[in-house]
């Protein structure tokens, strides 16, 4: 008998939708003792019956028969006259024999007690039932249109074009205590900043640091916080659109924070839809460590690596000796007048982690001692010193906050530096600027010093244009071109 190649495949899926109800019906029946077989189940066995057997079941229906039922629909529409008894190939009926021969053998097993007696046989006829329905859609469903591959002229040549990605710390949204716990939480719960156990750590970051840490530090952003906002986040935004202007509208410049808005994710994808093909990022930490430039480079590459279409991506050195960045930091300085003393601030770091490879305090080092130079200070008038330790384990030493103090008696007019911050934050307005100054007062200081970070100063937009390397067809300045960090 003959019949549309339509009719056939509407045929087709008929049988696999009788056959699917079919099943689901005996199963239903089997579970809920509605035939008389067996007494109706519990509510815990016919729950976890029905939710298993329906699961797999919609999982081997989307993804095993469905490819059963493509093969077959595609096999029905290539016959040139079709008949009746072709609506399944030969296999398919020996392989519809073997499952009743399987559905006698499960009832016998039922019966038997085994496989969770009537209502565990059940769920697996359900699960079949199921199956069935769930891929019986493809011999109704119209497929979808191909994609049309031929191409009747070469596409254009892609232009390469690169977009340079600023990247900070970051800094909570607000100065409230719900903010400020939001950023603490994924700042601390880094394990590149804090390198212990992660389940003991998870504990006493939740509930011992962040409840009693939330408040007082949003008392401390409060004293800093100005009208639009974080000075960190300001300054940043303030330096992205400098260096945008300077590099020119050939180059898109993002920023993005390692911890809160603006997010890293975001800032690359405002690149990518910029046109960029490759990315150089450039986080704003001139001193290399594990806890800062190693985890943006992490980050970084974690966001790319989840993208279809990866931009090329070249990390920029640290520029702790960079000669522009010295000299950007020292003019800075020379802004506020001479100092009989200048102590240079780095960010403090746990000894543990130099013992382990942090080439941190190396760098820290050689930015101290070329600054000291570049101003024509004696080393006995100058000193490294470290702030805003964590913990009770041992830190980087001398501590700023024990040494300035010490120097009031000596030194009436203190100067101090923090060329590891690129941008004013709490770190340097209220540790240094608010709290150290009130103890070298306490101790007998005439005037402390802070000289303000690099900001958005000219010199700071000059020296981070001179970083960058020359981009491939002119896209960036020509300039010398700096070595660049691998990803590893």
């Known amino acids: 008998m003959r019949v549309t190649s339509e009719g056939l495949r509407r045929l087709a899926g008929g049988v696999w939708v009788a ?12 579970v809920f003792g509605w035939g008389g077989e067996a007494a ?10 029905l939710g298993l057997g329906g699961l797999i079941g919609a ?13 077959n629909r595609r096999r029905i ?9 072709q609506v399944f190939t030969g296999r398919f009926y020996v392989l519809i024999l073997g499952m009743m021969l399987l559905g006698r053998g499960l009832r016998a097993l039922a019966a038997a007690g085994w496989l969770g007696g009537y209502v565990g046989v059940g769920g697996i006829y359900v699960g079949i039932g199921l199956a069935l329905l769930v891929s019986s859609s493809i011999y109704f469903l119209r497929p979808p249109v191909p994609l049309d591959t031929r191409l009747e002229r070469s596409p254009a040549a892609r232009q390469r074009r690169r977009g340079v990605l600023l990247v900070n710390l970051g800094s909570p949204s607000a100065p409230t205590r719900a903010a400020v716990r939001r950023f603490l939480r994924e700042f601390l719960g880094d394990p590149r900043v804090v390198e212990v156990n992660r389940l003991l750590w998870a504990f006493v970051l939740n509930v011992m640091v962040l409840p009693l840490r939330s408040g007082r530090s949003a008392a401390l952003y409060r004293s800093i916080w100005g009208p639009q ?30 911890y809160g808005e603006p997010a890293l994710a975001d800032a690359i994808g405002e690149l990518l839809d910029a046109g960029c093909t490759s990315v150089h990022v ?11 430039t190693g985890s943006v480079v992490e980050r970084v590459a974690r966001v790319c690596a989840r993208l279809r279409h990866q931009p090329s991506l070249s990390f920029q050195e640290p520029f702790f000796e960079d000669p522009q960045y010295i000299e950007a930091v020292a003019r800075r300085a020379e802004e506020c007048g001479p100092a009989s003393f200048t102590v240079f601030s780095f960010h403090g770091l746990p000894e543990s982690y130099v013992e382990r490879g942090d080439p941190y305090l190396e760098q820290c080092g050689r930015t101290a001692w070329l600054l000291a130079q570049r101003l024509g200070l004696e080393r006995g008038q100058w000193e490294l010193a470290f702030q805003s330790r964590f913990g009770d384990e041992p830190w980087l030493q001398p501590f700023v906050d024990e040494l300035v103090p010490a120097l009031a008696a000596e030194h009436p007019r203190v100067r101090v530096l923090a060329p590891g911050f690129s941008a004013d934050c709490l770190e340097t307005l209220e540790e240094l600027g608010i709290q150290l100054k009130e103890l070298f007062r306490e101790a007998g200081g005439e005037e402390l010093v802070l000289v303000p970070a690099l900001n958005d100063h000219p010199a700071w937009v000059e020296a981070l244009a001179s970083m960058l390397p020359a981009g491939e067809a002119g896209l960036l300045h020509e300039s010398a071109p700096t070595r660049l960090a691998s990803t590893a």
Do not use: C, D
């Not at 056959?19 to 089997?30: C, E, H, M, P």
């Open 77 to 85: 529409e290539r016959l040139a006259e079709p008949r009746l008894w």
């Open 40 to 49: 109706r189940g519990s509510t815990l066995g016919i729950t976890l019956a």
């Open 282 to 292: 450039l986080p704003l930490f001139p001193q290399y460590s594990n806890t800062t």
């Open 59 to 71: 999982l081997k229906g989307k993804y095993v028969l469905s490819r059963t039922a493509r093969r």
């Open 19 to 30: 056959v699917g109800l079919g099943l689901s019906i005996v199963g239903l029946r089997f």
């Open 229 to 258: 906002g974080s000075p960190l986040i300001v300054h940043s935004r303030r330096l992205r659109e400098l260096l945008a202007a300077r590099l020119g509208p050939e180059v898109p410049v993002a920023l993005g924070m390692r």
